[in-house]
């Protein structure tokens, strides 16, 4: 018999059993008796909790009461006391109700009392404290910023957070101008406040699809022969980093118009008005590796001079020209090698000292109008060594696609959002006393005739700000290997 108990309980053996649970440490390996035994007693106490788990209690039962009630409450509480309201209206209600709902509800009740200067009269409902976080804006800005983001996507218009942003900052001018900064305040609108203000309106970011660019299987042996052919042609020649000139196409939207919104979760179609507007212009942008900005060619869709923004006079040294599609061609491309490329490395040959039969490097994709024979011919008449950016790999390896580009978008799409705020101010002011009325009055003039002139004055900022950046343009170069490949003798 005694065996047979050993047998079932190896602690009759002066042993331990071992754990029923997976992953606990077997006490018969422990080191010594004292540990064994700890380590007996806590295995028992896991196992007893991993596979006999307690029930979970129920919970009790949840009493929601309206608004009407919990002023009866509140007032009969503050006549009799809590104990007796919650005895009261216990019988009245058919089910418990707890002295500290009473006693919560009263609170509630004598704050508000306080408010109306002691007006019982007045209290006939008692609505529950806001919960969560106070909102940052006052109630009637809160509720003035959804009213008009729902009246945006109701239109089929485009919700971002710089467009959400552009609104509370004209609505908050317009109703409480106190709360800025620059009046004084502290408000500050940024991310955070824009991701909560949506998430609680029940918004989610929704964008059309694409397929996504895919880089080349054979990427680092494409990228270290395009960085070995810039620095042998950087040494043969001695080409200072003034020289060495990444140029490059961007398409510049004249009413910034994006795929992505913001609409109620779970909606099966997000119309968005203006997502078929193509209308663009296209900047020809070149930098140099000293951090240096050339001026731009801008490309207008067009066959004469009218299709240029009226009124704007460009800086000096600018190319406002146009194309048909608006997109660079051949004859384009040659243009601005002519009148821009060419000049700029006189330019810097001139200020470096250099003889003018010096070398520069031309660094761009493998667009069609590059690669003319036309435009090859001329930029090798004009002293300009030719390097291609492999195929697929123009967002690794071209300077300003990692860089300045994005940041050239950027300051455009800022001035936008201040011109658009702009808007939502002038409505707000004209319609002060109907929210509805400003709310649907907020629709900017979106002729070409008034973006151009506007979109030009955006980019001549926009490139201000660039020039202004060195480190920017330089940094392009650092990420696509360019630096080190150009200036490594």
Not at 243 to 256: F, G, K, R, S
Not at 362 to 391: M, N, S, Y
Request: proline share 7%; hydrophobic share 35%; with cysteine.
């Amino acid at each position: 018999m005694y065996q047979w108990l050993a047998k079932a309980n190896p602690r009759l053996r002066g042993g331990y059993a071992s754990p029923r649970t997976p992953g606990l440490p077997n006490p018969n390996a422990a080191e010594s008796s004292q540990s064994a035994a700890i380590m007996d007693g806590a295995n028992e106490e896991v196992d007893q909790i991993v596979l006999n788990p307690p029930k979970p209690k129920k919970r009790g039962r949840y009493c929601e009461f309206d608004d009407e009630m919990r002023a009866k409450m509140a007032k009969y509480a503050a006549e009799n006391g809590t104990a007796k309201a919650a005895s009261h209206f216990t019988k009245v209600l058919g089910h418990t109700v707890c002295r500290t709902t009473v006693q919560s509800i009263q609170g509630r009740y004598l704050k508000k009392l306080k408010e109306t200067s002691g007006n019982v009269e007045n209290i006939i409902s008692l609505p529950h404290a806001p919960r969560g976080r106070p909102r940052l804006l006052n109630m009637d800005i809160d509720e003035a910023v959804q009213s008009y983001v729902r009246a945006v996507r109701d239109t089929g218009g485009v919700i971002n957070r710089k467009i959400l942003l552009s609104a509370a900052l004209g609505i908050c001018t317009t109703l409480k101008p106190s709360l800025l900064p620059e009046n004084g305040g502290s408000l500050n609108l940024g991310k955070p406040w824009a991701d909560s203000i949506l998430r609680r309106m029940g918004f989610v970011k929704r964008k059309g699809t694409k397929a996504a660019r895919k880089r080349p299987e054979n990427f680092p042996e494409l990228k270290l022969d395009f960085l070995k052919r810039i620095s042998e042609t950087a040494t043969e020649h001695a080409i200072p980093p003034a020289l060495v000139v990444n140029m490059d196409e961007t398409a510049l939207p004249i009413v910034p118009v994006s795929h992505w919104t913001l609409d109620q979760e779970g909606s099966k179609q997000v119309a968005i008005t203006g997502i078929e507007d193509k209308r663009q212009m296209t900047a020809l942008v070149s930098c140099s590796l000293d951090g240096q900005v050339l001026p731009p060619q801008l490309l207008y869709e067009g066959t004469t001079d009218r299709c240029h923004p009226r009124g704007i006079t460009f800086p000096p040294g600018w190319d406002a020209w146009h194309t048909a599609s608006h997109w660079s061609n051949s004859d384009s491309v040659e243009r601005y090698v002519g009148k821009i490329l060419t000049p700029w490395k006189e330019k810097q040959c001139e200020l470096l000292d250099l003889p003018p039969s010096q070398k520069g490097l031309l660094i761009f994709d493998v667009f069609a109008a590059h690669r003319t024979p036309q435009v090859l011919e001329l930029l090798e008449k004009c002293g300009w060594k030719v390097q291609f950016v492999p195929g697929n790999c123009t967002g690794e390896l071209q300077p300003l696609d990692l860089t300045v580009n994005a940041v050239l978008k950027g300051s455009l799409t800022h001035h936008f959002t201040q011109w658009y705020a702009g808007c939502v101010e002038a409505a707000m002011k004209e319609h002060q006393d109907d929210m509805a009325a400003a709310v649907n009055s907020v629709k900017p003039d979106l002729r070409l005739s008034v973006m151009k002139p506007l979109h030009a004055q955006w980019v001549m900022n926009a490139f201000a700000d660039i020039k202004l950046r060195p480190d920017v343009v330089v940094k392009g170069f650092e990420k696509a290997g360019i630096q080190e490949a150009a200036t490594t003798t």
